[in-house]
């Protein structure tokens, strides 16, 4: 095809890979959520219907796209981890991420009516923004990890106590927060307990620890041995590279996978190790 004058526009476009043998994480994080929870009366602290909505969600996104290894949501956030050897889009970032929060926002309001049936989605309809956060070791993947399910207890912890102290309590919003101001995770306890019984141990799982989406397969038992994490591994950038062939062959197995959603602790190691196919060089 003969070029036009016009042409030239296109060197306009800026390149944005993503740095090559890094974990890419991709955080979406709806828009105004503050606004659109009081919108349709979400249920505070924690709306369970909302949660499941976000889940499906998310579900549908590792569906959609197979190089996701693991996904992260608490509130109106999720994270999508892409393996290291990731090369999709050939890693560029706009595509990624576009994708990634055009793939959920879509899943988003289609699956609303199954959860909130009562309440038709009326305009202005719910977003999402997203970003790209590279990370180039496992330990900072997995503190990347830690850090949002930290998030995720020290939040729920201090909402469970504030709503209760107004819903139960009968305090205004400002006497709450007056009455946390500067106290420790171990008095919010103390205050749940003492003054309504209420034991925070026995708070939802999902509430306490998040949501974890991930492909389903055989646990490994504690102390198994397996294929090293490549944290250290002496092998070049290039045969860490997965050949093509294999590539496809674990895209179909990924593809045909359960994916599944958690709520469980991924601070320890013990999470890590017993699903090795997270974090191992085949994903
Ligand atoms: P942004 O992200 O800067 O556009 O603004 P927001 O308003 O989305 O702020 P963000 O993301 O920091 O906080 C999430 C908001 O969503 C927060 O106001 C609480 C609300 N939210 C999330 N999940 C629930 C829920 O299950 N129940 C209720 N009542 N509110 C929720
Ligand atoms: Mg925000
Ligand atoms: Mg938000
Ligand atoms: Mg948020
Ligand atoms: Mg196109």
Redesign the pocket.
Known sequence: MANSKYEYVKAFEQPDILLPNTWIVVRI??????????KYA??????RR??DLMNMASKAVLTDLPDIVIAYGI???YSFVFHKTCALFERRESKIVSTVVSTFTAHYIYHWNTFFPEQPLTLPLPSF?GRAVLYPTIQNLRDYMSWRQVDCHINNLYNTTFWTLIQQGGMEPQEAEKALAGTLAAEKNEILFSRFNINYNNEAEIYKKGSIVLRDYELVEPGTSHEPLDENSAKTVEEQQLSKTQEEKDRKRRAKARITVQHVDMIKDEFWERRPWLLSNKP
């Open positions: 994080d709806g828009r105004g959520f503050h606004k659109f929870s009081a979400f249920e505070k602290p924690n709306d909302a949660l509130s109106d956030e923004d």
